[in-house]
């Protein structure tokens, strides 16, 4: 299982099975945990078969959403 988009506003990641799962955490440039609005540089998920997942923020192409 892995993550095929992430909606950092709304904390929320999309697996490739089309479930979606929360974001737990967010990290900075630093390392720091941080908001959405901090300029996340990856995050950490909880996939729905208990697995961890981390990623890098720049591995998602951007879209906007209307």
Known sequence: MDIEA???RQGIALTDTGETVPIDT???ADG???SAGDD????IAQL???T??????DG????TLQ
């Open 26 to 28: 967010l990290f900075d």
């Open 60 to 63: 998602y192409e951007a879209v």
């Open 40 to 43: 996340p540089r990856a995050f």
């Open 32 to 34: 720091d945990e941080c």
């Open 52 to 57: 961890w997942l981390s990623a890098r923020v």
């Open 6 to 8: 992430i909606n950092l």
């Open 48 to 50: 729905p078969d208990g």
